[in-house]
């Protein structure tokens, strides 16, 4: 008897506790609905009652090599599984608050996870390209310094504009992050004449001017700016071709 019989049959009478007489009545049934007919021909000399155990056992075995294999399958997905879900919490770990709140979020269906890991996928990238997440928009500070005109062709470029100021909180955000840096923001009159309007077209309602702004100093000033106070409210009028640095801001929803 080979090796594999042996540890077979000391599994099936240990396990599932059948007596020997039992065992034969299956094998009896088993070998009288036969329908393979030559069988036999190919074990000469085997007893019906032997060729009739090889087989079920050859079954028995199969089938509990597919389960090893299913349940290696099972337990390589889960390590995976747990891999992914770790290296996403330490990468969310390194990011500000806004990340903090963010990874607190809890995908309630596969279909909302798969949303989720994109937008983590894209925000992570964003990240490292220098933009800062606030709310749901995205906003990127220049390095160099441009003409109001040039500097809003670069946030387009971006696949964004320049900064529209919705919000008291947004306000305040952009004052901490810009500091003392000086930025020209989305908004302008084409001239004197005119009311202040968004990029987006929308009007002015709600401004944080500086004390006596604007001013429109010398009948030339039709862009704004933060001015590079860090006060809430910091912004001055300016001639637009005047070289400055900007703030582009770009929406994550969409
Ligand atoms: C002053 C003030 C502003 C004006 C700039 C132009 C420094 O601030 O008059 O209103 O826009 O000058 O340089
Ligand atoms: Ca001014």
New binding site residues.
Partial sequence: MEMRDTMYVNVEKTADGRSDSEEHQYEDVYENSQVNPHHQQNTPGASPQKTGKRRYRLVAVVLGLLCVLLLTAIILLWIQFSAEQDHLQSRLLNMTNEWDELKMYQPQTEAEAEVFRGVIAYLAEAKQQGWKLFHTSLYHISTEEKTWSESREDCLGKGADLVIINSEEEQEFLVKTLDKERAWIGLIRSDSEVAWEWVDGSELTTNYWSR????N?KDS?HCAEF?GIPIKNNW????CTITGGWVCEKTILN
């Avoid at 006596?212 to 001013?215: A, I, K």
């Avoid at 001055?236 to 001639?239: A, E, F, G, K, L």
């Fill in positions: 006596g702004e604007p001013n100093h000033e001015r001055n009028d300016r001639q």
